[in-house]
C-alpha cells in the first residue's frame, strides 16, 4: 500500500530556521526511497554590505543549469532515474513522485524535493528510478536546479 505525504516547507524555531525537503535517495542495493528531512545547517551572514544578516545554507555548490518546466494537464512521466542531483521545487500545481519501495509524496508550490536517485538497480521485473506526474487537472510548473558535479550520497537526508 502506498502512502501520499504532504512536504512542509518552513518551520519556524525560536532563532533558528528548519526547512522541511523530500529526499529521494538510492540505497546500496539500488532502491529507491522518499525520505522526509530536515534542513537545519544554518550560518548567519550578510549578503550585502549594508544589509541586515540573513541565514544561509549551502547543501550543493558548483555549477548548476536551472531550467523551469511546465507540464501539461495529466502529464505522467513514467518510471525514469535522475542522471545527476538535482533540487526541484513545484512553483504551480501539485506533482506527484513514487520511490521503488512503494513510498509516494505529493509536492505543492514550495516544497522541495532532493531527487539524488543515481543509478537504481532494477530487481527482477520490477521498474527502476522513479515515477512522477502531475496530480489533478492542472499543468504543474517546477524549478529544477540540476548539479552536475554533486554526487549522490545513498544515505538519506545528508543534504542539510
Known amino acids: 500500500m502506498t502512502t501520499a505525504a504532504r512536504a512542509t516547507p ?11 525537503y523530500w529526499d529521494n ?3 546500496p542495493q539500488g532502491v529507491t526511497h522518499l525520505t522526509k528531512c530536515k534542513m537545519s545547517t544554518f550560518h548567519e551572514d550578510s549578503i ?18 536551472v531550467t523551469i518546466r511546465v507540464q501539461p494537464p495529466h502529464w505522467k512521466g513514467g518510471w525514469n532515474e535522475s542522471h545527476q542531483v538535482q533540487w526541484i521545487v513545484p512553483l504551480s500545481g501539485i506533482y506527484f513522485v513514487k520511490a521503488m519501495d512503494g513510498t509516494s509524496v505529493e509536492l505543492n508550490p ?17 521498474p527502476k528510478g522513479h515515477e512522477s506526474g502531475n496530480v489533478g487537472d492542472a499543468a504543474v510548473a517546477l524549478q529544477i536546479l540540476k548539479f552536475g558535479e554533486a ?3 545513498h544515505v538519506p537526508c545528508q543534504g542539510q
Open 10 to 20: 518552513v518551520e519556524d524555531k525560536p532563532s533558528f530556521p528548519t526547512i522541511s
Open 25 to 27: 535517495w538510492t540505497d
Open 48 to 65: 550585502t554590505p549594508t544589509g541586515d544578516k540573513v541565514m544561509l545554507s549551502t547543501p550543493h555548490d558548483g555549477p548548476a543549469t
Open 110 to 126: 514550495g516544497d522541495v524535493l532532493l531527487s539524488e536517485d543515481v543509478a537504481p538497480v532494477a530487481h527482477g521485473t520490477d
Open 151 to 153: 554526487t549522490p550520497s
